[in-house]
């Protein structure tokens, strides 16, 4: 397993939402170590997860300039699972067996 990649929320209450359905996909996946991608604010809520592999705190750039930086962490490795919650387009530049890219709420 090479793991699965939880992309959340810079919001402190939007990441505590998500953890619900980061729970959820954990089960499905019981092996695979976990990286979490969120906002400075939201990273310490996760420190202590089971499965923790890395937390990659995303501060805001300029340009989109802190989704490049997340590829370029991210990059050269075959996910599992990609579990996108904030819907950006660095989760179709990775490599993944699965994706779960949030789409637009209508």
């Excluded at 990649?5 to 619900?20: C, E, H, K, Q």
């Excluded at 359905?21 to 990273?43: E, N, Q, R, S, Y």
Aim: with cysteine; glycine share 10%.
């Amino acid at each position: 397993m090479t793991g699965l990649l939880f992309i959340t929320s810079t919001r402190i209450g939007d990441s505590v939402l998500s953890t619900g359905l980061l729970d959820h996909f954990m089960g499905i996946l019981p092996a695979a170590p976990v990286t979490i991608a969120c906002g400075p604010a939201a990273a310490p809520l996760f420190q202590r997860l089971p499965r923790l592999e890395r937390v990659h705190a995303m501060a805001k750039r300029r340009r989109g300039g802190h989704w490049f930086a997340l590829w370029r962490a991210m990059a050269g490795r075959r996910w599992d699972a990609i579990v996108d919650l904030r819907g950006s387009a660095v989760s179709w530049f990775l490599a993944a067996r699965r994706r779960f890219v949030r789409r637009r709420w209508g």
